[in-house]
């Protein structure tokens, strides 16, 4: 995931000279995952290059630059610190198009490594994706691949507007095995898959059948794809996996389409239950789908607790948990 992201952002930087990287420790260092490793040195400390440790200034310097005409992609260390940055997010990024009637557009990437898995504890393993998702004007992504995180940054990168980058950490450094509650050493050879060299992108908005089935259909995104694909064969049952990778814009059809075979749907992420972006989800799936629904929609997610260091691996939803959802919903 990280060679892809990497990759990313040098075949961006070799096509268009006005996308420029920066962010804490992002140049000479590489960024603290390596993500940006060898950029610098390959194209000059005026393209990519380090910022104080402010993330409002970050992202109130990648809005004026973009407004100038460039295209920024800056990355937040953690998606934990972006809060000092959310105003400059939500008050002026994500407005720039509307109330500039058009005249100017905010063709910024924010890439944050987001949710657990390291033993970062409370301020490194946060999943604040629906803080974004909520906020009119802004784009959210989350890949669960390196094929996808390559193909839509550089679509990311390429885009008008402002788009939030959320890349799961515990798929920085694969193979990953979602059978697994916990980690795993040496990591299993669960294969995430192949990135071709050069340019591609993947549209924003599509989601992906990850597992056809025809019993329940599962909603995921994320490191919570993988660990929905072990459930569903860890339970045997014929469960259809559907990977959002953008969750705004969202793919409603390909949800609709889903759960109108299936009739039955649950929904996965690692954020917190209360206000997740999986409510969203049940809601419009509620809307969509009342008529072909066998069963209540289920959520399977993290604890409405602050983020529990000690019992990480017990806070992600894991194949166990999913899987006796999976059983609940069919069964029902």
């Not at 260092?29 to 490793?37: A, C, I, K, L």
């Not at 402010?54 to 005409?69: D, F, K, P, R």
């Not at 610190?81 to 002026?92: C, F, I, K, S």
Request: with cysteine; aromatic share 10%; glycine share 10%.
């Amino acid at each position: 995931m990280i060679e892809a992201v990497r990759s990313a952002m040098d075949v961006s930087m070799a096509k268009d000279d006005n996308v420029v990287v920066f962010g804490e420790d992002v140049g000479y260092f590489g960024g603290v995952f390596r993500s940006t490793q060898g950029l610098q040195a390959k194209y000059g400390r005026t393209r990519c290059f380090d910022t104080p440790i402010s993330e409002s200034g970050i992202v109130g310097t990648a809005i004026g630059m973009a407004a100038y005409g460039l295209k920024p992609c800056v990355e937040i260390q953690f998606a934990d610190y972006m809060y000092p940055a959310y105003d400059q997010l939500t008050q002026e990024a994500a407005r720039i198009r509307y109330r500039s009637n058009g005249d100017f557009t905010c063709p910024i990437v924010v890439r944050m490594p987001t949710g657990g898995g390291i033993f970062g504890g409370q301020t490194h393993s946060q999943s604040p994706e629906a803080l974004f998702t909520h906020v009119c004007g802004l784009k959210v992504i989350v890949p669960s691949n390196p094929y996808d995180a390559k193909g839509l940054l550089i679509a990311a990168i390429e885009d008008p507007d402002p788009v939030m980058f959320l890349e799961p950490k515990r798929l920085y450094n694969g193979p990953f095995d979602g059978h697994h509650e916990r980690p795993v050493t040496p990591w299993s050879k669960h294969d995430l898959g192949e990135v071709p060299d050069g340019h591609y992108t993947i549209p924003i908005g599509k989601a992906e059948v990850r597992r056809a089935g025809s019993a329940v259909t599962v909603v995921a995104y994320g490191t919570m794809v993988h660990v929905a694909l072990a459930a569903a064969e860890d339970a045997g049952i014929d469960a259809e996996v559907i990977d959002l990778r953008s969750l705004l814009p969202l793919d409603l059809d390909a949800i609709v389409k889903s759960v109108s075979k299936t009739g039955r749907c649950v929904v996965v992420h690692e954020a917190t239950l209360t206000s997740g972006f999986g409510a969203e989800v049940t809601a419009l799936v509620q809307e969509h789908c009342f008529y072909h629904l066998e069963a209540p929609v289920v959520r399977v997610a993290g604890w409405d607790t602050p983020y529990p260091h000690a019992q990480e691996w017990d806070y992600f939803p894991g194949p166990g948990r999913v899987g006796r959802a999976l059983a609940e919903v069919v069964e029902a």
